[in-house]
C-alpha cells in the first residue's frame, strides 16, 4: 500500500518559554488584521479544548489572552488532520474567504510559536481546496446540504448562510449623482454643516477609491490642493504596512461638476474656518454644531449608515446591500467602463495585483469589451 503522506504530529507539551515571542511581534500586524486573528484564534482554542464560546454584550466573541491562545497551541497534540477535522466541521459555516483568513491567523501563530505550520500539510491543502469546490457547487446548486453530509462533513446552517451573500453592490456614478442631487435638496431638513460634511465625503470616498478605515480617519495634513485638483498622501493603509505612503490624486471633475470631491472638499474646509481640527471628516450633531473635529473622526459604521441614509433619501432600492466597499467597487467599474489603463485604476485603489482589482470590475453584459470585437 503505498503511503502518500504522513501526518505532522506534535509533542504533547511545550516549553512555555516561547509565549514571550509570541506577544512581541503583534506590531507587525494592522489593527483590524489583529482582532480578526485574535477572534479566530479564540474561536479554534474554544473548540480544541471543547469549551462553550463565550459572548459578550455586542454578541461578539470574548477574545482568549495572548497568553491563553499561547498554551492552547504549545500544550495541544495538534496534527494535519485535526486540522482536517477542523475545516469539516466549521468550513461550510463561513464564506471562504473567512475561512482563508482562519487558516492565515493559525499560520502566522504557528510561525509566533517557531511550530510546524500544519496549515502548510499536504492533507491541509486538498482539504481547502475540497471545500472551495464544495462551496462553488453548493452555491450554484449542484449539491445540496444532503450531498454534504453524505461526505462527512457539517452542512451550512440557516445561520451560516451568509457564505452565498454576493459582494457589495457597487455604488455607480448615475447612483452618486442622484444623491448628490437629492442632498442639494435637503437644506430645510439637515444642518447646511452635515451636508457640506456628506457631500465631501461621499464624492472624495468614490472618486479616490478609498477604504472605509481610510476615508473615516482621513486628516487634513494629508490633504494638498494643486492647480490640477486635490492630492492625498496616505502614511499607512492596509497594503502598504511599512508605511512607505501611498498618494492619490484626484483632478476637478469637468464632465460631472456636481461630483467634483475637490471642489466639495474646498467649501467643507472654508465652511469650518476657524474650527477646522485634525480630522477631515468628524460627528456633527443634528442642530449643526461641530463636534470633535481634533478628537474623533468618523467610524467606518458611521461612514456607511451616512452613505445608507442618503440612498433611502434618494429612493435607492435596497441600501442595506451597500457596504463601505460600494464606492471602491462602483468607482472601479466606472473608471474601466469609461477606458481608464488598468494600471491607473490599480494605483487609485492601492492594490497590489490586477487579480484583485479585476474582481472589482461589473461587467455591464457579456458584450462589453468582449475579446470578438477585435477579431470580427
Same mark, same amino acid.
Given at each position: 500500500?503505498?503511503?502518500?503522506?504522513?501526518?505532522? $504530529?506534535?509533542?504533547?507539551?511545550?516549553?512555555?518559554?516561547?509565549?514571550?515571542?509570541?506577544?512581541?511581534?503583534?506590531?507587525?500586524?494592522?489593527?483590524?488584521?489583529?482582532?480578526?486573528?485574535?477572534?479566530?484564534?479564540?474561536?479554534?482554542?474554544?473548540?480544541?479544548?471543547?469549551?462553550?464560546?463565550?459572548?459578550?454584550?455586542?454578541?461578539?466573541?470574548?477574545?482568549?489572552?495572548? &497568553?491563553?491562545?499561547?498554551?492552547?497551541?504549545?500544550?495541544?497534540?495538534?496534527?494535519?488532520?485535526?486540522?482536517?477535522?477542523?475545516?469539516?466541521?466549521?468550513?461550510?459555516?463561513?464564506?471562504?474567504?473567512?475561512?482563508?483568513? *482562519?487558516?492565515?491567523?493559525?499560520?502566522?501563530?504557528?510561525?509566533?510559536?517557531?511550530?510546524?505550520?500544519?496549515?502548510?500539510?499536504?492533507?491541509?491543502?486538498?482539504?481547502?481546496?475540497?471545500?472551495?469546490?464544495?462551496?462553488?457547487?453548493?452555491? &450554484?446548486?449542484?449539491?445540496?446540504?444532503?450531498?454534504?453530509? &453524505?461526505?462527512?462533513?457539517?452542512?451550512?446552517?440557516?445561520?451560516?448562510?451568509?457564505?452565498?451573500?454576493?459582494?457589495?453592490?457597487?455604488?455607480?456614478?448615475? %447612483?452618486?449623482?442622484?444623491?448628490?442631487?437629492?442632498?442639494?435638496?435637503?437644506?430645510?431638513?439637515?444642518?447646511?454643516?452635515?451636508?457640506?460634511?456628506?457631500?465631501?465625503?461621499?464624492?472624495?470616498?468614490?472618486?479616490?477609491?478609498?477604504?472605509?478605515?481610510?476615508?473615516?480617519?482621513?486628516?487634513? $495634513?494629508?490633504?494638498?490642493?494643486?492647480?490640477?485638483?486635490?492630492?492625498?498622501?496616505?502614511?499607512?493603509?492596509?497594503?502598504?504596512?511599512?508605511?512607505?505612503?501611498?498618494? *492619490?490624486?484626484?483632478?476637478?471633475?469637468?464632465?460631472?461638476?456636481?461630483?467634483?470631491?475637490?471642489?466639495?472638499?474646498?467649501?467643507?474646509?472654508?465652511?469650518?474656518?476657524? $474650527?477646522?481640527?485634525?480630522?477631515?471628516?468628524?460627528?456633527?450633531?443634528?442642530?449643526?454644531?461641530?463636534?470633535?473635529?481634533?478628537?474623533?473622526?468618523?467610524?467606518?459604521?458611521?461612514?456607511?449608515?451616512?452613505?445608507?441614509?442618503?440612498?433611502?433619501?434618494?429612493?435607492?432600492?435596497?441600501?442595506?446591500?451597500?457596504?463601505?466597499?460600494?464606492?471602491?467597487?462602483?468607482?472601479?467599474?466606472?473608471?474601466?467602463?469609461?477606458?481608464?489603463?488598468?494600471?491607473?485604476?490599480?494605483?487609485?485603489?492601492?492594490?497590489?495585483?490586477?487579480?484583485?482589482?479585476?474582481?472589482?470590475?461589473?461587467?455591464?453584459?457579456?458584450?462589453?469589451?468582449?475579446? %470578438?470585437?477585435?477579431?470580427?
Amino acid at each position: 500500500m503505498l503511503k502518500i503522506f504522513t501526518p505532522y $504530529s506534535l509533542p504533547s507539551h511545550f516549553n512555555a518559554d516561547h509565549i514571550p515571542s509570541y506577544s512581541l511581534q503583534l506590531a507587525s500586524l494592522s489593527l483590524n488584521t489583529l482582532r480578526g486573528y485574535l477572534s479566530d484564534l479564540s474561536l479554534f482554542c474554544y473548540w480544541l479544548s471543547s469549551e462553550p464560546v463565550l459572548y459578550d454584550q455586542a454578541d461578539k466573541v470574548i477574545h482568549k489572552s495572548q &497568553a491563553e491562545i499561547a498554551d492552547c497551541l504549545l500544550n495541544t497534540k495538534l496534527s494535519d488532520q485535526v486540522l482536517c477535522r477542523y475545516l469539516e466541521l466549521f468550513g461550510f459555516q463561513y464564506k471562504i474567504s473567512t475561512i482563508k483568513r *482562519k487558516l492565515a491567523a493559525l499560520s502566522w501563530a504557528f510561525g509566533q510559536l517557531k511550530l510546524i505550520d500544519l496549515t502548510k500539510a499536504p492533507s491541509v491543502k486538498a482539504s481547502f481546496k475540497g471545500l472551495k469546490k464544495l462551496h462553488a457547487q453548493y452555491a &450554484a446548486n449542484i449539491l445540496d446540504s444532503k450531498d454534504i453530509v &453524505a461526505m462527512g462533513i457539517v452542512p451550512p446552517t440557516l445561520a451560516s448562510e451568509n457564505f452565498r451573500r454576493k459582494a457589495a453592490h457597487p455604488l455607480r456614478i448615475n %447612483t452618486l449623482i442622484d444623491i448628490m442631487a437629492k442632498i442639494d435638496r435637503q437644506l430645510v431638513s439637515l444642518p447646511k454643516a452635515t451636508l457640506l460634511r456628506d457631500k465631501a465625503l461621499l464624492s472624495l470616498w468614490w472618486a479616490g477609491a478609498f477604504r472605509r478605515s481610510e476615508i473615516a480617519s482621513l486628516q487634513w $495634513s494629508f490633504v494638498e490642493f494643486t492647480n490640477e485638483g486635490v492630492k492625498i498622501t496616505l502614511p499607512f493603509s492596509k497594503t502598504d504596512q511599512g508605511g512607505n505612503g501611498i498618494i *492619490k490624486g484626484i483632478n476637478y471633475a469637468s464632465k460631472h461638476p456636481e461630483l467634483c470631491a475637490v471642489s466639495h472638499l474646498k467649501a467643507w474646509l472654508a465652511f469650518q474656518g476657524a $474650527s477646522v481640527g485634525r480630522y477631515v471628516f468628524y460627528r456633527i450633531s443634528h442642530t449643526g454644531t461641530l463636534v470633535g473635529a481634533n478628537k474623533n473622526h468618523l467610524t467606518s459604521v458611521a461612514i456607511v449608515n451616512i452613505l445608507r441614509g442618503h440612498l433611502k433619501h434618494a429612493g435607492i432600492q435596497r441600501p442595506e446591500d451597500y457596504t463601505g466597499h460600494s464606492p471602491r467597487r462602483g468607482f472601479v467599474s466606472d473608471a474601466y467602463h469609461a477606458g481608464a489603463p488598468t494600471r491607473s485604476i490599480q494605483k487609485q485603489g492601492g492594490w497590489r495585483s490586477e487579480a484583485m482589482l479585476n474582481t472589482y470590475i461589473e461587467e455591464e453584459s457579456v458584450f462589453d469589451r468582449n475579446a %470578438t470585437k477585435s477579431v470580427f
